[in-house]
């Protein structure tokens, strides 16, 4: 089992920034892809970015130029550096880790195990 634990979501207004961080814990073998995705009130849970254990990134075409994903291995967490915030970027963001998949590390959500409770990202204009 892996438990992921998301901080660093707040208020902020529109051009802002905020960094959210996702912390894993448990069987850390599992997280070789981890991922940040993101949900509105009233919309479907879409993909942000994500990263796998050697640092390949991906990145939803919304978000390319603005957010940046990393991750410490060493530490077992995963980042997500949000720069120029938009209004459309208001939503609940998750993290979730999955373990190697001949699949690789992709935004499809039914390829992620492990799923954390979420923080709030809010931004004003």
């Known amino acids: 089992q892996v438990q992921l634990v998301e901080s660093g979501g707040g208020s902020v207004q529109a051009g802002g920034s905020l960094r959210l961080s996702c912390a894993a814990s448990g069987n850390t073998g599992s997280t070789y892809c981890m991922g940040w995705f993101r949900q509105a009130p009233g919309k479907e849970r879409e993909g942000v970015a994500n990263?796998?254990?050697?640092?390949?990134?991906k990145y939803a075409d919304s978000v390319k130029g603005r957010f940046t994903v990393s991750k410490d291995n060493a530490k077992n967490t995963l980042y997500l550096q949000m720069n120029s915030l938009k209004p459309e970027d208001t939503a609940m963001y998750y993290c979730a880790a999955h373990p190697p998949r001949g699949s690789g590390c992709n935004l499809a959500m039914r390829e992620f195990n492990y799923w954390g409770q979420g923080t709030q990202v809010t931004v004003s204009s």
């Open positions: 990263s796998d254990s050697f640092g390949r990134t």
